[in-house]
């Protein structure tokens, strides 16, 4: 339609096409050992990949937003049948408070969003997945011969499909805002290269779509100004997020699958189907029916389960953040308070200690006791099982202290820390000449940390990012608690 004699819409549309290509090569890397040229090593790696991809995007009024993408690859490292693969995206957005404008007329609503998407991604296999190659023979003879890694004609792309619902809402005049989202996110045909196989193929390792799991959950995100003057202000976040996980597919032949970085002791962080990705698996007391510890009759001991079972699960209830934002004049101070609520924990440093006799559970070793169960002598399952009545000395009995794992599982760990605080001041301008700006400032880490713990530090991790990073969050050896560190410094501009 015409409006002012211009031609004017409330709809627009736009596009997008393109492609991707990439031709990557490693070339040759010649590496000398113990400086014997015999040893040198030399690797050429090729991979290739293709991609076109198309985006269409409609507004309808400046408040109603569709947006589809879609994008088709082609990889090198894949095999032949699989090598094509493709996933679409698509969102869509509602500015309500624009659709409806009296929405904002009393000053309650200054803004409110409704959002939804769909979107897919897709991962890749390292090259020579797909084919056995040969390594430097390291025997008599020299050579080559195969290496430890067989090859997989079967891999497929791992896929990632996620949905997400939101809501943004600003009140007041954009003092208060809430943001809220629930997500799922299905990976399916996860890929896991170091599998272990049956020594029956004649290799040790490959590479496989190994599993599929869930993750699901929400977020919540409140932002509030409190309080907003020439001299002073005071700006407040707090964010919230609770997920769940689950194992929704599993090679037939696979009970459980363990990341072997957590063994500890028995126990490490293995998963079942049906059970959540962060759960620890381990040792737990042989039970009979009723679920009473059974004993064995020779010494009053209670007897091992001899098979591995889920003994705690690592992931939080929830998780928060607190962050707090103080201007007053020309001081400025800001403090992040993190908690965590839930979670189990593997205490390996409290087993060493109980093992070697240097815990406070050995104190009174020499004291007689009689461990609560029933002996496992026939009767342990029927109507009328034998109750343990064999006293023990532990002092005399060192087999007293080596208890499985499900004995040092901590449960449901919780912690409120202060995680950083900063206070810093900003100098008038031109105090010194030829400086712009002139500010300084003191920060403090983790100074502050409430926790039902017994050990050093609740965020506890196995691994770190020189050891195949964060994956054994929640197991405990000889882990030391965070340094409480103070900084002083100064900023300045010129």
């Not at 605080?421 to 300084?440: D, E, M, P, Q």
């Amino acid at each position: 339609m015409y409006k002012n004699g211009n031609f004017v819409t409330d709809k627009d549309l736009a596009t997008l096409m393109g492609n991707y290509m990439d031709s990557n090569v490693t070339r040759q890397n010649t590496r000398l050992r113990l400086n014997r040229n015999k040893f040198g090593e030399w690797n050429y790696v090729t991979l290739r990949q293709l991609a076109f991809f198309g985006e269409i995007a409609y507004s309808y009024k400046n408040y109603l937003f569709v947006n589809y993408t879609h994008r088709f690859e082609q990889a090198s490292t894949l095999p032949v049948q699989n090598r094509n693969y493709n996933y679409p995206g698509m969102s869509v957005s509602m500015i309500v408070s624009d659709m409806i404008p009296e929405l904002k007329r009393n000053n309650l609503i200054s803004y409110w969003k409704l959002r939804a998407s769909r979107a897919s991604t897709a991962r890749l296999n390292s090259p020579y997945s797909t084919q056995s190659v040969f390594v430097d023979n390291q025997a008599s003879g020299g050579g080559y011969s195969y290496g430890f890694f067989n090859n997989n004609a079967e891999l497929e792309p791992e896929k990632q499909n996620t949905f997400e619902l939101g809501t943004e809402v600003r009140l007041f005049n954009s003092r208060l805002s809430v943001d809220f989202t629930y997500y799922n996110t299905l990976n399916k045909g996860q890929i896991i290269e170091n599998f272990r196989l049956s020594y029956g193929t004649g290799f040790v390792l490959n590479t496989q779509n190994a599993g599929s799991t869930r993750n699901k959950g929400i977020e919540v995100v409140l932002d509030y100004n409190v309080k907003k003057s020439a001299k002073f202000s005071w700006d407040m976040r707090f964010n919230f997020n609770r997920m769940r996980n689950k194992v929704v597919e599993l090679p037939k032949s696979v009970s459980e699958y363990y990341i072997a970085d957590t063994w500890l002791y028995t126990a490490r962080g293995g998963i079942t189907l049906g059970g959540p990705t962060t759960s620890i698996t381990g040792s737990k007391y042989l039970r009979n029916n009723a679920g009473q510890v059974m004993i064995n009759p020779a010494n009053g001991l209670p007897i091992t389960d001899a098979t591995f079972r889920v003994i705690g699960d690592r992931n939080a209830d929830f998780t928060t953040g607190w962050t707090n934002n103080f201007r007053f004049g020309n001081w400025r101070l800001s403090m992040l308070w993190d908690l965590k609520v839930g979670g189990d924990i593997f205490n390996g440093t409290n087993r060493f200690m109980t093992v070697n006799g240097l815990s406070k559970y050995t104190a009174d070793r020499w004291t007689p006791r009689v461990v609560t169960g029933v002996l496992r002598d026939g009767l342990e399952n029927s109507a009328t099982p034998t109750v343990n009545t064999i006293s023990i000395i532990p002092a005399l009995n060192d087999a007293y202290y080596t208890l499985p794992d499900e004995e040092f599982i901590e449960r449901d760990v919780n912690f409120f820390r202060l995680r950083d605080i900063t206070l810093s001041y900003t100098f008038k301008k031109n105090i010194i000449r030829g400086v712009k700006n002139l500010s300084a400032f003191v920060t403090g880490n983790d100074l502050i940390l409430f926790t039902n713990y017994s050990g050093a530090d609740p965020a506890v991790n196995g691994n770190t990012a020189a050891g195949r990073g964060v994956g054994a969050f929640g197991f405990d050896y000889g882990t030391l608690a965070a340094p409480l560190q103070v900084n002083f410094g100064v900023r300045a501009s010129f």
